[in-house]
């Protein structure tokens, strides 16, 4: 007779969920121990970086990932990266062990009271009642991480697994399919809202960072000649960051938000919250005169939005639906799309509409490089790597003091060229980086974060270097937490925290396996970048450049 164990590993290779993540302990043994050759396990030393990788290898691959966590302590000590995963809208399905379930009752050692321990993260959590009910629990997981994007728990006894199975259908779908069509009425009717703007603008984010939406959204743009701006904290890109139209990233305070978009008289937000803020400041999210408009597939965005009208749609086939719907007045009175360069127009998109001049915008200025005796600065890295890296390298980002000129100096390129922590929690960038280059192998994958940032989940180098992931890791060091030092000046008080000179980024890799350089000087800089970034899309495992730099002495998010 077939057991759980069987039948649970019938579901994972039904639903594709044949790579394991896990840092497991003795409540997982049962399952783990003797793991058929078709299911890939995958190692890491802490279940930060078990999360952080599914989490990568998730969105690389858009669908769900398998982690497994080992009762009370892995499930708590993964509760950080659940959260990003949640708020990053990445598919996983966490297996949480259990305790014996014949004296759970008793609380033997390792029972844990798993159901709450992380909170609302979780989309789902469930233990099933009878170990016969765990195979479909995995099934309805893989669901709802799919349909609630995000980790979906399954809390599973250990001797579960070696429980006869029922030969019952699973009370889950085989397939289950997800509206794609977009509504024509909701299209026409934000269509009509621009064309009757004189000055639109689109805000675009991470819900938007998909090939077809970046093509819609793109002849959107060009067709209203209009400037698209990156939502404030953004995870991910919504549009191709090096082209005309591209404004920049919005401001994440209300007078300088008030301020950047305050020429226009519609703003069109897509697959972003309508605004993401960090510092609190009094007053409207916009001028008088600026009427505001959401598109998301999330629902809960669209419940919070203070906006005129707000559609929840499926956002590839709705934006196709929406340049569409925006080109039908342009084509009918003959004019020409705009261009996004800056000049004017034959035509804005709006039938009868006079041609607009838009001012062009500056691109950001590479840094002078320093002078002999100089120090480095992060600008100096970030200018080097935009010159260098294959416009469809994935850049994982997790340098929070240096976060202001990653984005000014390195456009995303591609779809899913840029990638971070939506939580703002740290100890994602490493094992991210990881997990997206083992779910995108033809991809070429750069890691940028701060050391401090780096020794949130320093582990996940071991994992690197033991499965060969190509990934490089480029560690800006300037031995402290140079962000938290910038916001403690702006208070205008002193901050308690010392600096942390002596830890060794690339000391610590090596320790991990994992190779590690430590660069000195732009010189030195622009002959290791040089030597590695062209062949980055080959590499066949990891390493580390880890450049010193100075701290920057401004900071504005």
């Keep these: 007779m077939q057991t759980v164990r069987e039948a649970a590993l019938e ?32 190692l890491a030393l802490h279940e930060g970086s078990v999360v952080g990788a599914a989490t990568g290898y998730a969105l690389a691959r858009d669908a769900p990932a398998l982690a497994l966590l080992h009762t009370t302590a892995g499930l708590g000590n993964a509760v950080g990266a659940l959260s990003t995963a949640r708020v990053n809208k990445a598919p996983l399905v966490v297996i949480v062990g259990q305790q014996d379930r014949r004296h759970l009752v008793q609380e033997p050692f390792l029972a844990g009271h798993l159901e709450q321990l992380a909170g609302d993260y979780p989309v789902t959590t469930e233990t099933p009642p009878r170990a016969q009910d765990v195979p479909g629990a995995l099934a309805r997981a893989v669901h709802a991480a799919r349909t609630m994007r995000g980790p979906a728990l399954v809390i599973v006894p250990m001797d579960d697994w ?228 294959p416009p469809e390298t994935v850049l994982v980002e997790e340098t929070p003091s240096s976060r202001p000129d990653l984005h000014a100096l390195v456009p995303a390129r591609r779809p899913l060229g840029f990638l971070s922590a939506a939580m703002g929690a740290l100890g994602f960038a490493l094992p991210g980086a990881v997990g997206v280059r083992m779910g995108a192998p033809e991809r070429p994958v750069v890691a940028v974060a701060g050391d401090g940032s780096s020794l949130y989940q ?39 925290w010392p600096a942390f000179e002596e830890v060794g980024i690339a000391a610590a890799a090596r320790s991990l396996g994992c190779p590690a350089r430590r660069v000195s000087g732009y010189d030195a800089l622009r002959t290791e970048l040089e030597g590695l970034l062209p062949e980055l899309a080959d590499r066949s495992g990891p390493l580390v450049l880890e450049v010193e730099v100075a701290a920057d002495e401004h900071f504005q998010p």
């Design 162 to 389: 070696a429980q006869p199975a029922e030969s019952l259908p699973l009370p889950a779908p085989d397939e289950l399919r997800l509206p794609a069509g977009a509504d024509a009425a909701a299209a026409g009717e934000i269509a009509a809202l621009l064309g009757s703007a004189s000055a639109p603008a689109l805000v675009v984010g991470a819900g938007a960072d998909h090939p077809v939406t970046w093509e819609a959204l793109t002849a959107l743009a060009e067709r209203l000649d209009c400037d698209v701006w990156q939502e404030s904290f953004g995870a991910r890109a919504g549009f191709p960051q090096d082209h005309p139209c591209f404004a920049g990233h919005l401001p994440a305070d209300r007078p300088r938000l008030r301020s950047a978009l305050a020429p226009y008289d519609l703003v069109l937000t897509v697959g972003a919250p309508v605004f993401r803020q960090y510092p609190y400041e009094s007053g409207a999210l916009t001028g008088p005169g600026t009427r505001l408009a959401l598109v998301t597939d999330d629902p809960a965005e669209a419940r919070r939005a203070p906006v005129e009208v707000a559609v929840v749609a499926p956002l590839p086939a709705f934006c196709e639906a929406l340049a569409a719907k925006a080109g039908e007045p342009a084509a009918a009175a003959g004019g020409a799309p705009g261009t996004c360069d800056g000049g004017a127009s034959a035509g804005d998109g709006r039938a009868g509409a006079a041609p607009r001049r838009r001012p062009r915008r500056e691109r950001p200025v590479p840094p002078t490089p320093p002078a002999e005796g100089e120090p480095l600065h992060a600008a100096h890295v970030l200018a080097e790597l935009a010159r260098l890296l």
């Design 11 to 42: 579901v994972m290779r039904r639903y594709g969920l044949t790579t394991v993540f896990a840092n497991p302990g003795s409540t997982e043994v049962p399952f783990l121990a003797g793991l058929p050759d078709d299911i890939r396990f995958v």
């Design 458 to 496: 320093i582990q996940a180098l071991w994992t690197a270097a033991h499965y060969r992931v190509g990934v490089l890791f480029v560690v800006l060091a300037n031995g402290r937490y140079a962000i938290m030092d910038r916001l403690a000046e702006k208070a205008g008080r002193s901050a308690p």
